[in-house]
Nanobody, 118 residues
Framework: QVQLVESGGGLVQAGGSLRLSCVASGTILRTNTMGWYRRAPGKQRELVALITSGGSTNYADSVKGRFTISRDQGKNTVYLQMNSLKPEDTAVYYC????????????WGQGTQVTVSS
């Protein structure tokens, strides 16, 4: 069973930065696409960024140029560096894993709250 544990959320002023971390159990980064999702109050969950097992990345238009997803395979950890934060980035952020043979994200972390004040 894959376990994902997020950390790094908090309260920050608009224009500030945060770095989220997601530690995975086992060496799943070599065989899984890892994603960061978020759910804002009253809104549907949305994909923010993902990184494939081959290292390719993709971002939602709303965060391009501000957020960066990266990974450290030796630490089984995926990061989301968030810069130039806006109040509309306020949400619970979730880490997720999708095996290369799957089309859906099967494993999810518990989420970490990010609040951006104006």
């Amino acid at each position: 069973q894959v376990q994902l544990v997020e950390s790094g959320g908090g309260l920050v002023q608009a224009g500030g930065s945060l770095r989220l971390s997601c530690v995975a159990s086992g060496t799943i980064l070599r065989t899984n696409t890892m994603g960061w999702y978020r759910r804002a109050p009253g809104k549907q969950r949305e994909l923010v960024a993902l990184i494939t097992s081959g290292g390719s990345t993709n971002y939602a238009d709303s965060v391009k140029g501000r957020f960066t997803i990266s990974r450290d395979q030796g630490k089984n950890t995926v990061y989301l560096q968030m810069n130039s934060l806006k109040p509309e980035d306020t949400a619970v952020y979730y880490c997720a894993a999708r095996h290369n043979t799957r089309v859906v994200f099967d494993y999810w972390g518990q989420g970490t709250q990010v609040t951006v004040s104006s």
